[in-house]
């Protein structure tokens, strides 16, 4: 087992590393105080391939993995939490969707302008009633001489606003219960289509997070993905990856939490010593130190898995639970080696914090990935 990154990953880190340290970091506390979702980067993302990660030249992709895919979600993360959750949700969620149960058409029509930065992509799973239970969707889609009519409305969509294309699960028929939800491409010409709410959020408060709703929006059939019925398992594959990217940026912003309270340790004097000689703190970047490389080890082997096209989605689980909860614990300890100074904003400490909730909770919480976990380890006995 070979547990360190190539040469060409270690220069994939390095490059996302300074493109995080210029580009992204002299703005960081601008953007989650004005909560700005800064459409001004799209094309310097795009530029380094990051808006088609993992899609191939043909598309306009950068062809890389999973592995390559974890490590740069994992530096942006480490400076910003909401251009990381930014990237991996348009990578993972809308762009690969359509990369796995498009046709070639579709591919051709609204993969492309995605990979290629053109847009932003969103992704409809989740609603007011269809939380941790995504199966109990109520947006339905009814067939029509055009195709279908849409009507309802999606919750926490990462870029409702900013997108071109989304894509988003229907019920078509209620009576199959999870075998009747079918997935749908909407895109912002459609009549009935239109973004709603803007949340204010404790964290991530620069990805643009919101709702979209549909009124009698109709959708050519040609805009279905696969067959009726496909959308809520289809839904599940894709989680299976997305995790994988949650997992990543967990460890980002972990490490950048560790590495401000190491700095600060260093710096900040009492009792005639820096705090970073006392036992309590060195105990404290001990365990800090050891549970992100757990994470990170954990998620490595999820995005290796994933590349190799073995069954990822226990692996996918475990790496998105303990890097998660990873994240808040050591956010919360940078916090307090800060004491009062990791309270106040003229730190980075708080922001780590705020920012690390949220991937306790997207794409399936704590509790969610626990349920996915046991089902995995029993059906194996």
């Known amino acids: 087992m070979n547990f360190e990154l190539s040469e060409e990953q270690q220069q994939i880190k390095y490059s996302i590393r300074e493109f995080a340290e210029s580009e992204i970091k002299p703005h960081v506390m601008e953007w989650d105080e004005e909560q700005h979702f800064p459409e001004e980067l799209r094309p310097k993302l795009a530029e380094l391939g990051l808006m088609g990660v993992l899609f191939p030249e043909e598309y306009?992709?950068?062809?890389?993995?999973?592995?390559?895919?974890?490590?740069?979600?994992?530096?942006?993360?480490?400076?910003?939490?909401?251009?990381?959750?930014?990237?991996?949700?348009?990578?993972?969620?809308?762009?690969?969707?359509?990369?796995?149960?498009?046709?070639?058409?579709?591919?051709?029509?609204?993969?492309?302008?995605?990979?290629?930065?053109?847009?932003f992509g969103a992704w409809g799973l989740t609603e007011s009633q269809a939380g941790s239970d995504s199966a109990g969707t109520r947006t339905n889609?009814?067939?029509?001489?055009?195709?279908?009519?849409?009507?309802?409305?999606?919750?926490?969509?990462t870029h409702a606003i900013a997108c071109n294309t989304l894509v988003a699960v229907a019920v078509t028929d209620k009576e199959k219960g999870n075998r009747g939800i079918s997935a749908f491409i909407f895109d912002k010409s459609m009549d009935g289509?239109?973004?709603?709410?803007?949340?204010?959020?404790?964290?991530?408060?620069?990805?643009?997070?919101?709702?979209?709703?549909?009124?009698?929006?109709?959708?050519?059939?040609?805009?279905?993905?696969?067959?009726?019925?496909?959308?809520?398992?289809?839904?599940?594959?894709?989680?299976?990856?997305?995790?994988?990217?949650?997992?990543?940026?967990?460890?980002?912003?972990?490490?950048?939490?560790?590495?401000?309270?190491?700095?600060?340790?260093?710096?900040?004097?009492?009792?005639?010593?820096?705090?970073?000689?006392f036992q309590a703190i060195q105990f404290k970047l001990a365990d800090m130190a050891t549970q992100i490389e757990c994470a990170r080890l954990l998620t490595q082997q999820a995005a290796a898995t994933k590349d190799a096209g073995k069954p990822v989605t226990q692996k996918s689980a475990m790496a998105k639970l303990?890097?998660?909860?990873?994240?808040?614990?050591?956010?919360?300890?940078?916090?307090?080696?800060?004491?009062?100074?990791?309270?106040?904003k003229d730190y980075p400490a708080e922001k780590y914090w705020r920012d690390s909730k949220l991937c306790t909770i997207g794409e399936g919480t704590s509790e969610i990935q626990r349920i996915v976990i046991a089902k995995n380890l029993l059906k194996s006995l």
């Not at 490590?71 to 796995?100: F, K, P, Q, W």
């Not at 303990?322 to 990791?342: D, L, M």
Request: hydrophobic share 35%; charged share 20%; glycine share 12%.
């Open 193 to 277: 289509f239109r973004s709603d709410k803007k949340e204010n959020k404790l964290g991530m408060r620069a990805s643009e997070t919101a709702s979209v709703v549909f009124e009698d929006c109709i959708v050519p059939d040609e805009n279905r993905l696969g067959n009726e019925g496909e959308g809520f398992l289809q839904c599940m594959q894709v989680l299976d990856g997305g995790r994988i990217s949650i997992a990543a940026l967990s460890v980002g912003i972990a490490q950048g939490a560790y590495e401000a309270a190491v700095k600060y340790a260093q710096e900040r004097q009492q009792f005639g010593k820096a705090i970073a000689e």
């Open 60 to 119: 306009g992709g950068a062809g890389m993995g999973y592995v390559e895919y974890a490590t740069i979600i994992e530096e942006l993360g480490r400076v910003c939490g909401s251009v990381g959750l930014s990237v991996a949700a348009h990578n993972s969620l809308c762009s690969n969707h359509l990369y796995m149960f498009g046709s070639e058409e579709q591919k051709k029509k609204y993969l492309v302008p995605l990979v290629t930065g053109e847009s």
């Open 322 to 344: 303990y890097a998660s909860e990873t994240a808040v614990r050591v956010s919360e300890e940078s916090i307090q080696i800060h004491g009062g100074y990791g309270y106040t």
């Open 141 to 157: 889609a009814v067939r029509t001489d055009n195709g279908w009519k849409v009507n309802g409305s999606k919750n926490f969509i």
